[in-house]
């Protein structure tokens, strides 16, 4: 617990904004409630686990040994043979027989996940990825088409920004590049690169957080209030409220 209030202390919710070309061109306060959530190991697990298990699609199906045909007929004689005693050849210890404990598509996957649950875990892992470092504002692409020649130079540029390296260098699961609202000219421009993905922030959730390395906002000032309104759930706002209360 120390540990953890001491790592929040030592974050400033005041970030740098960079251009396109990794410049630096000014400064953005982000909020409290987003951005300096304390960790929760425990939610966020519950969640991610809730949400992969609900994106199943529990099409997988093994038959057991009333659904394999055949075996019908007894092998051989109970008694007599010297052999050990079967009933039917189509036992899951038998070569083609049923499959004994497999997957069903009975089985139901699906949990329920609270809203508030899932708001504060997806400000838990906004904030540890700002603690870390792995939060990158960048004012604006500019893309007035689609061009992956463009795309690959900005991911260039920002990967010599201190701290990003791997945005160059790392072949899957580099950058979740976040934006205020549909661009079709963005979403292209990034569509065939294995390592980055386009999402609006009103679609992120804490699995694609966490699937990717770095998490890249533009236009941060429209994107953080789309996250803030994500997160600002009953819960939040109290915290919020005590948190101002203290001060």
């Known amino acids: 617990m120390e540990k953890t209030l001491k790592a929040k202390k030592t974050v400033s919710l005041e970030t740098k904004v ?31 686990v809730s949400m992969q298990g609900n994106a199943r699609s529990g099409t997988a199906h093994t038959k057991d040994r009333s659904e394999v045909r055949g075996g019908g007929k007894k092998p051989w004689k109970q008694k007599g043979t010297g052999r050990a005693r079967h009933g039917s050849s189509r036992s899951p210890i038998w070569s083609g027989g049923g499959v004994a404990h497999g997957p069903r598509t009975e089985k139901d996957y699906s949990r329920k996940i609270n809203k508030n649950a899932r708001a504060k875990a997806l400000a838990c892992v906004l904030s540890e990825k700002h603690r870390h470092g792995e939060i990158l504002f960048v004012d604006t692409f500019g893309f007035t088409k689609p061009t992956a020649k463009n795309a690959k130079e900005i991911l260039g540029a920002l ?13 899957v699961n580099a950058a ?22 386009v999402m609006q ?9 966490l699937t990717y390395k770095y998490v890249v906002v533009a236009k941060p000032e429209e994107n953080v209030k789309e996250l803030e309104r994500r997160v600002a759930t009953k819960t939040v706002r109290k915290v919020l409220k005590a948190v101002k209360a203290t001060k």
């Open 159 to 171: 990967s010599r920004i201190d701290g990003k390296e791997k945005l160059g260098t790392k072949r």
């Open 176 to 197: 979740l590049i976040l934006i205020p609202k549909r661009d079709e000219h963005t979403e292209l421009s990034f569509r065939n690169f294995g390592n980055a993905l």
């Open 201 to 209: 922030a009103k679609d992120v959730n804490p699995v694609e957080l």
């Open 18 to 48: 960079y251009a396109k070309d990794g410049k630096e061109t000014g400064t953005i306060t982000l909020p409290e409630g987003v951005f300096g959530v304390a960790w929760n190991a425990d939610l966020v697990h519950q969640v991610v």
